[in-house]
């Protein structure tokens, strides 16, 4: 379980994981010690997951952003199993959730154009055994785009 100043440290890193232990500890009214001892238990009980640069896609030219809804012809655990292991080849495809509703799946695909976008529809993902219908949802504005969450 983790406490109040847990979930601080939680907060704090998500803004800026670059925060050097002294800052956090500082921030916190601690010493070093309890907090280097406390990052690394969250990080052991898997809390934190990793930490990583958040790149803008459109500096290193992959402005075009699409979630595609895709269904299956063929819903049983193999066939399921065949899916998540063959999308997870594509560079473009950044995120994947097998979902409840109308389709099976919502991926997130990045792309440097249409021509791109296209090339990898009919070349890399009709290559994919078992998807019956595939959906494109064109992003035109991206007005809220966080991995941070709530942490209360």
């Not at 399921?80 to 097998?98: R, S």
């Amino acid at each position: 379980m983790i406490d109040k100043i847990d979930k601080s440290i939680l907060r704090m890193l998500q803004q800026n994981s670059k925060l050097t232990i002294k800052e956090l500890a500082n921030k916190l009214g601690l010493t070093p010690t309890p907090i280097f001892e406390r990052i690394k238990r969250l990080e052991k009980e898997k809390y934190i997951t990793s930490y990583r640069a958040v790149i803008d896609r459109k500096k290193i030219g992959l402005p075009l952003l699409v979630f595609c809804d895709i269904s299956l012809n063929q819903h049983e655990a193999s066939f399921i199993a065949k899916f998540e292991k063959d999308i997870q080849q594509f560079t473009e495809v950044i995120e994947c959730y097998h979902i409840g509703g109308m389709f099976d799946y919502l991926i997130k695909v990045v792309a440097l154009d249409m021509d791109d976008y296209q090339h990898f529809v009919a070349k890399k993902l009709a290559s994919v055994d078992n998807i019956l219908k595939v959906q494109s949802s064109f992003v035109m504005t991206e007005v809220k785009s966080t991995a941070n969450l709530p942490i209360h």
